[in-house]
């Protein structure tokens, strides 16, 4: 009976693990890299400037993409930057109003 109640209790505890694992977001996607520290109004008033390299941006989720969470916007002011998740979109779960760093390839539209 001992061995029945052992049992029963390691798998509730293994249990609870996968699931915990499961459904726990993770907080970084990707390795972050040496890139160099930009700001987000400079990136929206010059994105030229900034075309097919990679920098490192950070600030505050304005919006979201409500349908999937396919993408979110920093607003600076009047303007907004989309920031694309790409593979990550199906496992990031970013709410507004956190406080975000990407490092990313700055690309073309």
Not at 15 to 22: D, E, H, K, L, N
Not at 41 to 53: C, N, R, S, T, V
Not at 60 to 81: D, K, P, Y
């Amino acid at each position: 009976m001992r061995t029945i109640i052992m049992i029963c209790m390691l798998t509730a505890v293994g249990g609870t693990a996968v699931v915990w694992q499961s459904v726990s977001t993770p907080d970084r996607f990707g390795t972050f890299i040496q890139a160099p520290q930009t700001d987000v109004g400079e990136l929206i008033a010059k994105p030229q400037d900034y075309l097919h390299k990679t920098v490192s941006i950070q600030g505050e989720v304005r919006r979201q993409c409500s349908a999937t969470g396919c993408c979110f916007f920093f607003i600076q002011g009047e303007n907004m930057l989309r920031v694309d998740l790409g593979y990550a979109a199906d496992r990031a779960i970013t709410e507004k109003r956190n406080h975000v760093r990407v490092n990313s390839c700055v690309c073309g539209q």
